[in-house]
């Protein structure tokens, strides 16, 4: 879980940084970083399970590694940032250079191709009902998201460009979960003068929609589930009956 939690925090700093165009180490940036550091070493000694196959020695876990993985936990954990620093130092701010180091220290965020494969293993793993965790999973991309949504929402000028970088993204998220969660409250919205922020609301409404729908499918399918042991119980009887009814039995016991 510490793994999923560096590359969503990493994720929603990385694209902070390059919209307001902040170029600096920070402990968020060291703290993902180390923790993909650990991932890559432990994942050298982790004991692999793929459908009946289970990869045990270091030799075979090692083999597998470097053949999947490998590179995406390598590219993830270099310290790019101190290397983009060291070879820009004489970099202005709001420069081209500036945004294309950012750009380029974007690419860390290759980590996000494991977090379906993440989020399976541990469900193999942890005794929690599949609903639940579907509803886990998708939380997670919601909150990723999410975030995505409201970096658009600023990259396309319907921020408050007047107020300070933290303040623009607060409102950003403010307008962001109004509309996908569809309680648009109106006192803020797009300028009605620019297409593109009109047309930029207009998806995000409908991924709100289908966002809602899928919640409400599995939150239902959450309630009937809550209690499994019954349910397995009454699958089970259902099976009997329907066994006794194709051998006839009830009609044999009533002529005996």
Not at 4 to 26: E, G
Not at 138 to 164: K, S
């Amino acid at each position: 879980m510490s793994v999923l939690t560096a590359i969503l925090v990493f994720f929603i700093n990385t694209f902070y940084r390059i919209v307001f165009d902040s170029f600096s180490v920070d402990a968020i940036y060291v703290g993902a970083v180390c923790v993909f550091i650990v991932d890559a070493a432990l994942n050298f000694f982790t004991t692999v399970k793929i459908g009946h196959i289970k990869y045990e020695s270091f030799a075979e876990i090692r083999g597998r590694y470097l053949k999947k993985d490998f590179y995406i936990d390598l590219f993830s954990a270099a310290p790019i940032e101190y290397v983009l620093l060291a070879a820009g130092a004489g970099i202005q701010p709001d420069s081209p250079a500036q945004t294309a180091m950012l750009a380029l220290h974007a690419l860390s965020l290759v980590k996000l191709c494991k977090v379906s494969r993440i989020f399976r293993e541990l469900g193999e793993t942890i005794p929690i009902l599949p609903s639940v965790w579907r509803l886990i999973h998708f939380a997670y991309w919601l909150a990723l998201t999410v975030h995505g949504i409201v970096i658009g929402w600023l990259l396309i000028g319907a921020g408050e460009a007047h107020r300070n970088a933290g303040d623009q993204y607060l409102r950003g998220l403010y307008w962001a979960i109004t509309t996908v969660s569809t309680i648009e409250y109106g006192d803020y919205g797009p300028d009605h003068d620019s297409n593109i922020q009109v047309f930029y609301t207009l998806l995000v409404e409908l991924f709100g929609v289908g966002m809602f729908s899928y919640v409400v499918a599995n939150v239902s399918s959450l309630i009937s589930n809550l209690d499994i042991s019954r349910s397995n119980w009454q699958r089970k009887l259902e099976e009997i009956n329907a066994y006794m009814i194709s051998q006839n039995i009830r009609r044999i016991f009533r002529s005996g």
